[in-house]
């Protein structure tokens, strides 16, 4: 899915810090960014994958669609590679860790160009996206507001890297996944449910009639969790 003129979002560009390409879709109201989302997408998609989600999410919030660094083709990344076997899927942690810490620089950077008051920041993303959403989210609380995870997972290897639990309760998540997901099977939400529960995260889960895809019903759910974290109620 190509980004049209009329879309809203500007040009691809590259943050220094991190080396990550992005689009932003400015505030709909002039003055400084106070809100910001950044949309992740899954592997072997783009940044435009989401741009009809961030369709939906209030004018007053700054959208930046990311692009994952791993080149897998034309137009294909991802935050890591992954294969599928017997036992579920089995990630390059290396790789997956590099993604963590550039995603936070990114959103550091961002934050940096607000000036004196940086805008709340939510992570959120699809499949793999929202497994890095997850994972800034756990291990950075201080620095995003909250996190979503769309038909993802929270990776085990993410343990050495979480915040203290004092910063976790503090965040906020969502967990929204499909009852007959046959790519990242149910069962991989209530693991991330339970590990919140255990972890004292505030967090949302919802479970819904679909697949691995996103439905008008998750998307009009996150809409109106993301109020929350970014403060627009």
Same mark, same amino acid.
Do not use: K
């Given at each position: 899915m190509n980004i049209r003129p009329d879309s809203g979002f500007g040009p691809l560009q590259q943050d220094p810090g991190s080396g990550l390409h992005y689009r932003l879709r400015e505030q709909g109201r002039p003055g400084p960014v106070s809100a910001r989302l950044l949309l +992740?997408? @899954?592997? @072997?998609?783009?940044? &435009?994958? $989401?741009?009809? $989600?961030? !369709? !939906?999410?209030?004018?007053?919030?700054?959208?930046?669609?990311?692009? *994952?660094? +791993?080149a897998l083709g034309p137009e294909q990344f991802a935050w890591f590679q992954v294969r599928f076997g017997a036992g579920g899927p089995v990630i390059d942690p290396v790789q997956a860790e590099r993604s963590r810490q550039q995603l936070l620089t990114l959103v550091r950077g961002l934050q940096t160009q607000d000036g004196g008051t940086p805008a709340r920041t939510v992570v959120a993303g699809f499949s793999q996206g929202g497994i890095l959403s997850a994972s800034v989210g756990l291990s950075a609380p201080l620095d995003v507001a909250g996190f979503a995870v769309l038909s993802?997972?929270? +990776?085990?290897?993410?343990?050495?890297?979480? *915040?203290?639990? &004092?910063? +976790?309760?503090?965040s906020n998540g969502f967990i929204a996944h499909g009852r007959f997901d046959d790519k990242l099977p149910v069962a991989w939400a209530e693991r991330a449910d339970q590990w919140l529960d255990a972890l004292g995260v505030p967090h949302r889960t919802q479970l819904y009639p679909i697949g691995h895809e996103l439905s008008l019903t998750v998307v009009d759910d996150f809409k109106h969790w993301l109020a929350e974290p970014l403060s627009l109620i």
């Open positions: +992740l997408h @899954g592997v @072997g998609g783009n940044e &435009t994958n $989401l741009a009809m $989600l961030a !369709a !939906a999410i209030d004018p007053r919030v700054q959208v930046v669609l990311v692009r *994952a660094p +791993l993802g997972r929270i +990776l085990p290897e993410l343990e050495p890297y979480l *915040a203290p639990r &004092t910063e +976790l309760a503090g």
